[in-house]
């Protein structure tokens, strides 16, 4: 076992015991409403594209259902969940080859405008499965604000690297639209005293054109396709 990997374990085994006020759990239909909720709240008050165009959480509601009941199905996202039984944060994980379409119509025109910048952040086809089962695709991930809830996003991604190669999935992937997210793999890599995340695509919103114009023009941030290799993998997989 190399050094990252044991890292990843002896980090996922103290994060467990000194947040004993959370457990992490496999996202399922019991998890729809609150997921759903979360989801819509805090990308709307926090993920950066959602904020330049303006997203109100009750027209993206019913968009996060559908994804939330997809994901649900296919028995690979994590959920945390507090002691008294609430939602404190989610991670959508699909498999690559089956991941959630959104329905043409009736989609909030923001939320085109968004699908449309995530599919022009292509992932390099050397890194792309033939068949279903080997490559997932981290979509969305969100926390609960609050103190208490800090670990959160790391033992949710810890869950995940714990359940995923069993199955078969060796390499993963994310589009990266928020900071936040790189400040939480950046400290995971410190502990894993290397690089764990790497990135394969940056790209600045602003320069994207959508139907003849450029909606996210006034924001200058970056958004990164992250990819790695599943723990116990062999890391020289990108
Ligand atoms: C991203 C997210 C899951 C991280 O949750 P978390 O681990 O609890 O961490 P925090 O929210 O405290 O954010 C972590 C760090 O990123 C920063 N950060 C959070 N959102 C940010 C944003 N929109 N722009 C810049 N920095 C941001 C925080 O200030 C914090 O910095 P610090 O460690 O120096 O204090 C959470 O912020 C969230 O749910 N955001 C809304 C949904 C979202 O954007 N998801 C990711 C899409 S790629």
């Not at 409403?33 to 993206?60: I, M, Q, T, W, Y």
């Amino acid at each position: 076992m190399n050094y990252v990997d044991y890292a990843a374990i002896v980090l996922d085994l103290v994060l467990r015991a000194t947040n004993r006020h959370i457990k992490t759990k496999v996202l399922s239909l019991e998890h729809l409403e609150p997921a759903a909720v979360l989801l819509s709240r805090e990308f709307c008050k926090n993920e950066p594209l959602c904020r330049v165009l303006g997203l109100n959480e009750a027209d993206v509601l019913p968009f996060f259902r559908d994804q939330v009941r997809h994901i649900a199905q296919q028995g690979l996202g994590i959920v945390a969940v507090d002691r008294g039984g609430a939602l404190q944060g989610v991670l959508t994980v699909e498999d690559h080859m089956q991941q959630f379409e959104p329905p043409e119509e009736g989609l909030p025109e923001g939320l085109s405008i968004i699908g449309a910048y995530l599919e022009s952040m292509q992932v390099p086809d050397h890194f792309l499965p033939k068949k279903a089962g080997e490559v997932c695709y981290i979509g969305l991930a969100s926390v609960a604000k609050g103190r208490r809830n800090r670990q959160v996003l790391s033992m949710m991604m810890l869950a995940s690297h714990r359940m995923l190669p069993p199955l078969g999935y060796v390499r993963g992937y994310a589009k990266v639209t928020n900071p936040g997210i790189i400040k939480r793999f950046q400290r995971l890599e410190r502990i894993a005293r290397g690089p764990v995340f790497i990135s394969v695509l940056t790209a600045k919103p602003k320069d994207f054109v959508y139907k003849g114009y450029r909606p996210f023009a006034d924001y200058d941030g970056e958004t990164s396709v992250f990819t790695w290799t599943a723990l116990g993998a062999g890391r020289s997989a990108k």
